[in-house]
């Protein structure tokens, strides 16, 4: 039995940072990976499909060079297998460094395979035992697979397949129409192929407040991505040509012929197969890790960081789980998870940026809330680049004028609603951002209209 003054199970995006920490004030560490390092973004989320929405960009703005007065020599056309290469470069260019990385720190022992509880200190890796005081678990998550009939009949797809496909699918079908099923809907129907989205609640993107899934809607569908909500029929079949999915059992086509299935219909964390009951840690109904507001666990020296907490389902939230457990054990700081704010991007095109309540939250908060928007085809920045598509939209504490949260679906919201979250973070309320200067043109100057055009609801 080897033993470690700290064992991270997971390379994922807390793990590796942490390793660095702890190595770095002198403690012996194990971090054990059991498939690629980097986890999720880095080889199957957000790394690969950014670099894909970047080329299915480059192929939208191609077709489009005659609006802006650029005129090509012939169609336009997507070369898949270099597109694809392109995506895995990114991927293999991010994973390299992190082996690179881990493999060369000091006091750092990178092991390869599928880690096991076998007590509250120990961990079993294939035929080792590892032992340790402390033990970080950073596991991640994976698509989940919903029993819907015929499920097993059919070949699927999900965000680790589709990343790897070299070929753009005649006809996608994509069941669920949230972050994941949306990114891709959109670039394959970019990259030619027809794509429909099925999604059983009644509108897309269902977090969001109604007007924003509208525009969402509307965005998509005006590319020809095919949009069928309400599918409370979900099923499926093999078909000569292809995979028949069943639809709505009341409204519209009953079914639809796709090539090929995407599943986008949430995650799961990797939780059912690390013997957390030899541990005695406790996870909730849905297999997520019970943590406490500083990440600990219910049994001393094991915390959990990243999605497989629940606490978050996003890059930058399992980096500020390491920001937070790091501080806390090296720094004497006194950090919670229930401090932070939390922002989000959708990377459609134009991509939706997000921070703190949408409309309804605050609502249901039981707030008397004032509501500011704009439609981008009112912001002079979108008109310059012919990006009309999208709205901004912020929510203000009628009596203590703070800000609720906001919204930019629109040209560069990814980056531009950073101005708020950070106002925000600051604590500053609405007035503050209402007489800041912003420059000229940006998404960003509009704040202060929207502002002062802000109503009760
Ligand atoms: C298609 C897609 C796009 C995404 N895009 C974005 C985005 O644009 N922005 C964003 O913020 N987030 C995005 N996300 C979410 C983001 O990828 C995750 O939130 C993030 O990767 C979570 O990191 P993590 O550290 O919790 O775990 P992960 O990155 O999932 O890493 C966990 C690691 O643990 C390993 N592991 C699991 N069990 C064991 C075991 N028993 N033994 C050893 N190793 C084990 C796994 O192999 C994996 O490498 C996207 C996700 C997907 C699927
Ligand atoms: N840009 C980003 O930051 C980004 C991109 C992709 C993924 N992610 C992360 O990945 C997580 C998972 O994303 P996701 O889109 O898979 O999940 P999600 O939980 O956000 O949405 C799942 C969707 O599938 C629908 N659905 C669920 N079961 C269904 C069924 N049986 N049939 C049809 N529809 C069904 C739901 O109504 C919902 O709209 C997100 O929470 C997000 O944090 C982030």
Redesign the pocket.
Known sequence: MRSFDAII???????PPLAGRLAAAGKSVAI???????????????M???ALVASAYAAHLARRAADFGVMLDGHVQIDMPKVMQRSHQVTLNARGNNEKWLSGMKGCTLIR????FEGPTRVR?VEEVLEAPQIFI??????AVPDLPGIDDIDYLT??SI?MLHRAPEHLVVIGGS??GL??AQMYRRFGAEVTVVEKGDRLISREDPEISDAIRGILEKEGVQVRTGAECIRFSRHPQGIAVGLSCSEGAPEVIGSDVLL?TG?RP?TD??GLKAAGVEVDERGYIKVNDDLSTNVPGIYA????NGK????????N?FEIVAANLLDGEDRKVSQRLLG??L?IDPPLGRVGRTEAQAAKAGRKILIGTRPMSRVGRAIEKGETQGLMKIIIDAESRQILGAAILGAGGDEAIHGVLDMMNAGATADSLRWALPIHPTVSELWPTVIQSAEPV
């Open positions: 199970i997971g390379t994922g995006q807390a793990g054990i990976e059991r498939k690629h390092v980097g986890g999720t973004c880095v080889n199957t989320g957000c690969p499909t950014k395979g599928h880690a096991r890796v950073n596991v991640g998550g994976r698509a965000n680790s990343v972050y994941i990114e891709f986008a995650r990797n197969d690390l960081l990243g999605d497989c978050g389902a996003f890059t930058h939230t399992a980096y789980d989000y991007a990377y």
